[in-house]
Structure formats: C-alpha cells, structure tokens
C-alpha cells in the first residue's frame, strides 16, 4: 500500500542518551524525512517550526521515560496541538481498542488508516482511521493546501531542471507559478493555518 505521506517514517534504533526530549528534535527530523509523522506536511512550507510529540502522552506515562525515544513524534504544529493529551485507553501499552486511539505512525498499520485525494486531501478508510482523522483535525484545510504547494513546487523544480523550449511549456511554467503564488497567498491568508 501507498503511504498517503509520501514516505514512512523509521525511527533509528540507537540515539545518544540525552536529558531532554527536545534534544531529540534534529534526530527526528531526519528519521520523519522532515515530515510530520502524522499528516506527512513537509516542513518546507511552514510558518511554525515542528515540534516534538509524545505519542503516548506524558501525562499517561508510568513505565516509558518522557525522553524515551521510540515514544517521540516528529509533529507540526496543527497535528501536535489537535492531538494533545487523547489517549482513550489510558494506558500506555493500549494504543487503541480497533475503533479509538492511535497507531504510531512508524508502524506499518498507520498507512492502512488513510488514503490522500487528488486535491490533497486526507481521507479515512477505516473505523480507527476516522477517529484518528478527526483527533488529529484532519479535515483542517492546511493539511491540503500544504500537499497542494508542495506537489506545485515539485513540478516548478522539475520544469527548472529542464530546457524550455516552446512557448506552450513556457506557458505551463507561468501557470504553475501563478498556482503556488495563489496557494501561498491561500495559506498565508488563513489564521487557523498554523
């Protein structure tokens, strides 16, 4: 199956002990491929910097250290803050009873939960996934929008990358830079884009 993120993430299996969970932030950022975990927005478009999620909450943690790396999420903002403290089972080994709770997104089981609509969207397939679609705010329209600016980009740069020869490609080109410049304006016009 397609993982709707573009790419799944793995966490490395051996990191240097560090105080804080936020030390972890740089080592997530690679394992997350500079995604977030979640959603899969890039950060490369990003008016916030990506934090750093426990997927079990802290405040749900009674064996697993909060600096315990296998349980840190690389997060934007939007999902970190939507998610929050769930947790429905209330215990940290539950991560859900098939119908509400989480799977992490590093497990292959997570990709089964949703799938991504050609105008960027992000849609549940399953019971679990649409309690986690609406847990994690899915349906916020920056996860599309986002989706949407990077995919311009990328043909932006593939067209860089390339002679123009015609005037119908040089066409093309001005259009797909007028799309990002809209999208951008989109994004950056919306308060709740964060």
């Known amino acids: 199956m ?6 799944t993430p793995a966490r490395r299996t051996s990191v240097p002990v560090y105080k804080t969970y936020n030390e972890y932030k740089s080592l997530l950022c690679e394992d997350f491929h500079q995604r977030c975990g979640y959603c899969g927005d890039h950060e490369f ?4 910097y990506y934090e750093v999620d426990h997927f079990v909450p802290k405040k749900h943690l009674v064996n697993i250290s909060p600096t315990e790396y296998s349980n840190l999420i690389y997060s934007c903002r939007s999902c970190n803050n939507s998610k929050r403290a769930k947790w429905p089972t209330k215990d940290e080994n539950i991560h859900n009873d098939g119908k509400q ?6 497990d292959a089981a997570y990709v089964e939960q949703f799938e991504r609509l050609a105008d960027g969207s992000i849609h549940s397939t399953t019971d679990l996934g649409d309690w986690m679609w609406s847990a994690l705010n899915f349906g ?26 015609s005037l119908e490609e040089l066409k093309t080109k001005d259009e797909l830079n007028r799309l990002y410049r809209e999208l951008e304006e989109q994004f950056r016009g919306k308060p709740n884009f964060a």
């Open 2 to 7: 397609t993982d709707f993120r573009k790419t």
């Open 45 to 48: 478009f990003r008016d916030t």
């Open 101 to 106: 709770g989480f799977i992490d997104p590093c």
């Open 140 to 165: 916020n329209p920056v996860h599309r929008v986002k989706w949407r600016l990077e995919e311009v980009k990328i043909l932006l740069k593939e067209l860089d990358e390339v002679s123009i020869d």
